[in-house]
């Protein structure tokens, strides 16, 4: 069976901090993708990220970046200098690559930025 | 170009009730996913069509939830003698196939009030 875990529930940070979401996974499947998405208090989820098992190079996008470490069964989420507009529910998730590829979803957490 | 909708956004009715729920995909998007997302929780799976055919509804919780989506575009869930349990943000995804790689995307959802 697949899961996800996110730890954190709720973190709060000050404006300009840097903050990092993590997530754990458990899945048989060799191969296999991994996603974030941040979820604005609009409610819509917005797709940020995805990283197949097979490559653990580290990603960067602008102020953003994910660390990805299959030996942990990790793919951490890193905010530099965050922003009030960063405010959001952040989910982890996970696919395999057969036909069937719901994705499963951490609880997420909560990230308040405070100005 | 449009993303994902879904109508109506809000949804309240009576215990006992029946509810449909629409979510229209992105055009050409063959794959189409059901979600729940209940309070503090990440979206849960419900079912996925490829085309037209259910081609897993393993995530229904009972015999209550019925989805189709006769022409291959547009998809109604159905739950039939509505629970207070069943009150939740119904969010629907689409994706080019069913493959894992495909980024899946959300609309707005519709949130279900059972009262």
């Known amino acids: 069976a697949q899961k996800v875990t996110q730890a954190q529930t709720e973190i709060s940070v000050v404006e300009k901090e840097d903050v990092t979401l993590d997530c754990v996974y458990e899945t048989r499947d060799t191969t296999y993708y991994l996603f974030w998405y941040k979820q604005p208090p609009s409610g819509e989820l917005v797709f940020l990220i995805r990283?197949?098992?097979?490559?653990?190079q580290n990603e960067i996008s602008g102020r953003y970046s994910w660390n990805f470490q299959k030996s942990t069964s990790s793919f951490n989420f890193t905010i530099t200098a965050s922003q009030v507009v960063d405010s959001a529910v952040y989910f982890c998730a996970l696919s395999g690559v057969s036909g069937n590829t719901p994705l499963v979803f951490g609880k997420g957490t909560r990230l308040s930025v405070i100005a | 170009g449009a993303g994902v909708s879904q109508t109506p956004s809000n949804k309240v009715t009576e215990k006992g009730k029946y509810v449909e729920l629409r979510c229209d995909p992105i055009s050409g998007h063959t794959a189409l996913y059901w979600y729940r997302q209940s309070l503090g929780q990440g979206p849960e799976f419900l079912i996925y069509?490829?085309?037209?055919?259910?081609?897993?509804d393993s995530g229904l919780p009972n015999d209550r939830f019925f989805a189709v989506r006769p022409e291959g575009s547009v998809s109604t869930l159905k739950i039939q003698r509505t629970e207070r349990g069943d009150s939740a943000v119904y969010l629907c995804?689409?994706?080019?196939?069913?493959?894992?790689?495909?980024?899946?995307?959300f609309g707005p959802g519709t949130r279900l009030t059972v009262l």
């Open positions: 995804a689409s994706s080019l196939s069913s493959a894992g790689f495909n980024e899946q995307f």
């Open positions: 069509f490829q085309g037209t055919g259910a081609a897993d």
């Open positions: 990283r197949n098992s097979f490559d653990e």
